[in-house]
């Protein structure tokens, strides 16, 4: 069933990915399908890292002026922001009649840690580790590595993320160029395009609606200021960089980075958190828990899916159950899955080495069809609130008012509600 709805003109296919190189330019349409693809992945990739560090912050008590907020705020920043950057590609892909071959919620494109980071030589491993100076300098600030502007790559693979899509903007220009009504080969594609970031305030830049060249330059500039920049002297981007104005700046990712690296934005308090947990390795009451971040997880991403399958209403006055999804996917973000990811990362699972451990999040893919067999579940819901009542009884927190258990009462059953 395609995930853009029955009244959608494009194919639900997911495109096996070919390995690319920096030697070899984009000249098919597959092959920047192909590219996007890939980019999508590597966008989406960073964010469970981010998160997991920021997750491993103590925040709980402090006071906003205090160490550990100012980092945990400036990671959740970027975190904003590598949404904006996931929202982009996967508006490019609907622009070009491919928003179709992907789809967030599967285990093909969902990240696996530890993995190596795609498009990059030399290697980089990407690990989910509690947060500090060293995990920055070693990992966080490689990945966002900025590179001169249209350097070339130093072999047949890329260095950097900008090198990359610097591919893909040639692909872009090339194609435009070469094959005739390129940018008109998906009708009404536009309005299925993701152009309200309600959940980007504390972060720079705005969605792009994509329709040709210039507005798919637009998307992938944004991409790359706002991650590595593109000036390795020079540490500051526009906020807007589709409207730059002076005085209205801010830090390049790899130049956020630098400022936690360097003890300028405080880490402080750290949990006793695993590196690459499984929820195989937990046992006891927090394997429930897990297991209800995981699903938590993954139903945040069927309803990414969901809303890329409802188009925008044109008309004011009419109701929008696109609008509707939009507000509920923050909602979820903030009230499902950093609560619970809070409770596990304060609580205790035994010792490493002599030294505590406490739980954290996996970020694994959860199987809802398996989990609602399980459970005799009708809805991905009602099986989220099934697996809430299995944990309550050890962690109570998920229960009472503005709790977790009370915002998945007030969430849509997605497979219902938006037809």
Not at 140 to 166: C, K, R, V, W
Not at 199 to 211: H, K, M, Q, S, T
Not at 240 to 263: C, M, T, W
Not at 364 to 390: I, M, P, V
């Amino acid at each position: 069933m395609s995930i853009l709805g029955a009244n959608s003109p494009l194919p639900y296919v997911i495109a096996p990915l070919q390995e690319v190189k920096s030697d070899q330019p984009i000249r098919t349409r597959d092959d920047l399908v192909n590219h996007l693809h890939q980019a999508a992945q590597l966008e989406m990739s960073t964010i469970p890292l981010y998160l997991y560090a920021a997750y491993s912050i103590e925040t709980k008590g402090h006071s906003q002026w205090d160490p550990g907020i100012s980092a945990s705020r400036t990671i959740i920043s970027i975190v904003l922001e590598e949404m904006l950057h996931l929202a982009l590609v996967r508006n490019l892909m609907l622009a070009i009649g491919a928003g179709d071959q992907i789809s967030f919620y599967d285990p093909k494109f969902m990240p696996q840690y530890p993995s190596l980071m795609l498009h990059r030589a030399p290697d980089l491993e990407l690990h989910l580790e509690p947060c500090t100076q060293n995990l920055i300098d070693r990992v966080f600030m490689p990945l966002e590595l900025p590179a001169e502007h249209g350097a070339p790559p130093q072999s047949d693979q890329y260095n950097t993320i900008g090198q990359f899509y610097e591919c893909i903007e040639d692909g872009f220009r090339y194609l435009s160029d070469n094959v005739k009504n390129f940018w008109s080969q998906a009708p009404g594609s536009v309005k299925y395009q993701y152009t309200a970031a309600y959940w980007n305030r504390d972060g720079g830049g705005e969605p792009v609606e994509v329709r040709d060249l210039k507005s798919a330059m637009t998307a992938m500039s944004i991409i790359v200021e706002q991650g590595e920049g593109v000036d390795p002297d020079k540490a500051t981007v526009p906020i807007d960089p589709v409207n730059p104005k002076p005085g209205l700046d801010e830090l390049s990712h790899y130049a956020k980075f630098q400022r936690i690296r360097d003890g300028i934005e405080v880490i402080g308090v750290v949990k006793p958190v695993p590196v690459d947990p499984r929820v195989a390795d937990f046992k006891g009451p927090v394997v429930a828990l897990a297991d209800l971040f995981n699903a938590a997880y993954g139903y945040t991403l069927c309803m990414l899916d969901k809303l890329y399958s409802l188009p925008r209403e044109l008309e004011p006055e009419k109701p929008s159950p696109r609008y509707h999804l939009e507000r509920t996917f923050i909602a979820a973000m903030g009230g499902l899955l950093y609560p619970i990811a809070d409770l596990l990362t304060s609580t205790p699972i035994g010792k490493s080495g002599g030294d505590p451990l406490n739980a954290a999040p996996t970020f694994e893919y959860y199987d809802f069809a398996a989990g609602q067999k399980r459970s005799g579940s009708k809805t991905k819901k009602e099986h989220l609130t099934w697996l809430c009542n299995q944990a309550i009884a050890d962690f109570p927190d998920l229960g009472g008012d503005n709790s977790v258990h009370w915002l998945l009462a007030k969430m849509p059953d997605i497979e219902t509600t938006y037809k």
